[in-house]
């Protein structure tokens, strides 16, 4: 049995006058966001033996956030490939997961992230809440029955936890007019 993890990044500011999308910071509320899912990954007791990333400005701003709240830092494996990557190519990458890796991590983009969630999970209430929108910092988890991560292939994974920001706090729900 393998446990997988995705991770949104954190809201990013679209006020930053960065010249590539790549560069994108965490906006305020993001950052809060980011904290508050590491605090909750703790009280948990999420543990993880590898983290795949995207070096994305946002994602890396995310993790940093993240382990803050978590309580100690967790070192990734930051690969290119997961930035935008699509569900496929995500898909990809899970299958070249290290193999004694049980619980991985992987933080990066919509709309792969949602992507692969809907690939690889069975029907369900949590599913459809991901159909519906996988926020940014929303934690998707999920079992897959393999004892290799090459293994890993569509409908065969069970959605376990799916939190979203605003179930923890409501004020960093999407904004109101």
């Known amino acids: 049995m393998k446990t997988l993890t995705l991770l949104r990044h954190a809201k990013s500011s679209w006020d930053d006058p960065v010249s590539r999308d790549f560069d994108r910071p965490l906006n305020a509320k993001g950052r809060r966001a980011a904290a508050m899912i590491g605090r909750h990954l703790k009280s948990l007791d999420f543990q993880f033996d590898h983290i795949l990333a995207s070096p994305a400005v946002r994602v890396m701003e995310t993790l940093d956030e993240v382990w803050n709240g978590y309580g100690r830092r ?7 490939a997961m930035y935008l990557a699509s569900g496929a190519s995500l898909l ?9 890796a049980d619980h991985v991590l992987m933080v990066g983009h919509n ?9 690889l999970t069975l029907d369900g209430e949590l599913r459809e809440r991901v159909e519906d929108k996988y926020p940014t910092a929303t934690i998707a988890q999920m079992t897959l029955p393999i004892a290799r991560w090459a293994e890993a292939q569509s409908n065969s994974a069970t959605l376990i936890a799916f939190i979203r920001p605003r179930d923890l706090d409501p004020t960093l729900g999407p904004d109101t007019p």
Do not use: F, I, S
Not at 74 to 80: G, Q, R, S, Y
Not at 111 to 119: C, I, N, Q, V
């Open 74 to 80: 967790l070192e990734p494996v930051w690969d290119k």
């Open 92 to 100: 990809d990458l899970v299958h070249a997961l290290p193999e004694n």
């Open 111 to 119: 709309p792969g992230l949602e992507d692969l969630t809907l690939d």
